[in-house]
């Protein structure tokens, strides 16, 4: 009986999970969260733990890109109502960030939602 062997050297990389409008996703440690709601194109990224860093929101679809900051504090929220295409689909995932270097870290898993 012969065997056949197969290594993967390469990273796996997990597609994006659909939405419902509202549905929340999380920064990688839990600190920060992120929404879509498509009435109003409302882009929600909020601060969920004190600990000296921003919540970060990072807003993606064909042909434009948006990241909401929400330099506020623990335990708020910030809205954003720029425009989006109608007929597009949102991805959308949070991260921690420190809004003074603009550095972005620990983003959580992406969601995607039709707009």
């Given at each position: 009986?012969?065997?056949?062997?197969?290594a993967?050297?390469?990273?796996?990389?997990?597609?994006?999970?659909?939405a419902e409008p509202?549905d929340?996703?999380?920064?990688?440690?839990?600190?920060s969260?992120?929404?879509f709601f498509?009435?109003?194109?409302?882009?929600?990224?909020?601060d969920?733990?004190k600990?000296?860093?921003?919540?970060?929101?990072?807003f993606r679809?064909?042909?434009?890109?948006?990241t909401?900051?929400?330099?506020?504090?623990a335990?708020t929220c910030e809205?954003?109502?720029?425009?989006i295409?109608?007929n597009?689909?949102?991805y959308y995932?949070?991260?921690?960030?420190?809004?003074?270097?603009g550095?972005?870290w620990?983003?959580g898993i992406?969601?995607?939602?039709?707009?």
């Amino acid at each position: 009986m012969s065997g056949i062997a197969i290594a993967f050297t390469g990273t796996l990389l997990a597609a994006p999970a659909s939405a419902e409008p509202g549905d929340a996703v999380y920064s990688a440690n839990g600190w920060s969260e992120a929404q879509f709601f498509d009435s109003f194109d409302t882009k929600r990224v909020c601060d969920d733990a004190k600990d000296g860093h921003s919540g970060v929101g990072k807003f993606r679809w064909s042909g434009g890109s948006k990241t909401v900051w929400d330099t506020k504090g623990a335990n708020t929220c910030e809205d954003d109502q720029s425009n989006i295409p109608e007929n597009v689909t949102v991805y959308y995932k949070a991260c921690i960030g420190e809004s003074s270097t603009g550095k972005i870290w620990d983003c959580g898993i992406e969601l995607w939602q039709d707009n």
